[in-house]
């Protein structure tokens, strides 16, 4: 039973563009959600978080959007970098169940110049 | 400050024996929590240690255990290996509960059962 649905396993991306990826969820007393971004041989790296009192999160490049009704978030890279070229993986959890993160498969995201 | 450290990052066992994985989380950070990545399957929740207990433990058979020391230092064990679990280990750490704090991943370490 996945709670937590990354459906598009992959994303190519021209330089400039924006990158939009996805997540849906299945849990509704999930209240936190966070983006992170992995390279090959190294750990994830957080990216930006949001709580579900907030529709829209913004820090510089990255914007994550929150639909609830929906149980559905993105991140939105704009302009997109070849740098940004990673694995993202969205994970989520219930601060007031106080329950572990639970991440999605991750989507690859290439960024081509 | 030095980040996340684990220890070591790459392990080749066989199938039945024991492994031991070491994380030295950033200096203050009080927890830590394991993940296991496997391909096609993302990060997988193991457990959670603040102060010492297990606050939270994932979908795993007892032979995945963990536990903390005083230092916050922690150290997982998996006994009687599997081919399946030739995964890469994450260990996170951050100040507070692992919820409600920014969770800082360490490089991992890659065990593979043959």
């Known amino acids: 039973d996945q709670q937590v649905k990354q459906n598009s396993p992959s994303l190519s991306v021209q330089e400039g563009r924006i990158s939009i990826l996805n997540c849906d969820y299945t849990?509704?007393?999930?209240?936190?959600f966070l983006w992170y971004k992995k390279y090959p041989a190294e750990g994830p790296t957080f990216l930006i978080s949001?709580?579900?009192?907030?529709d829209k999160n913004e820090d510089g490049r990255f914007t994550v959007f929150l639909n609830k009704s929906a149980k559905h978030l993105s991140l939105h890279i704009v302009p997109s970098q070849p740098g940004d070229s990673a694995v993202y993986f969205c994970?989520?959890?219930?601060?007031?169940?106080?329950?572990?993160?639970?991440f999605g498969k991750g989507t690859r995201l290439s960024v081509i110049a | 400050k030095a980040g996340v450290t684990q220890t070591p990052r790459y392990l080749i066992k066989t199938r039945g024996q024991q492994v031991t994985l070491s994380c030295s989380p950033i200096?203050?950070?009080?927890?830590v929590s394991w993940y296991q990545q496997t391909p096609g399957q993302g990060l997988q929740f193991l457990f959670e240690?603040?102060?010492?207990?297990?606050?939270n433990k994932g979908n795993f058979p007892g032979r995945f255990s963990g536990r903390q020391f005083s230092n916050s230092r922690s150290e997982m064990n998996v006994s009687t290996l599997e081919l399946g679990d030739s995964a890469l280990y994450l260990c996170?750490?951050?100040?507070?509960?692992?919820?409600?704090?920014?969770?800082?991943f360490g490089p991992g370490t890659r065990l593979l059962v043959l």
């Open positions: 996170a750490s951050s100040l507070y509960r692992a919820g409600t704090e920014t969770q800082y």
């Open positions: 849990n509704s007393m999930f209240d936190y």
């Open positions: 949001i709580s579900s009192i907030k």
């Open positions: 994970a989520a959890r219930s601060l007031y169940g106080d329950t572990p993160l639970v």
């Open positions: 200096s203050g950070h009080r927890s």
């Open positions: 240690y603040f102060s010492e207990t297990q606050r």
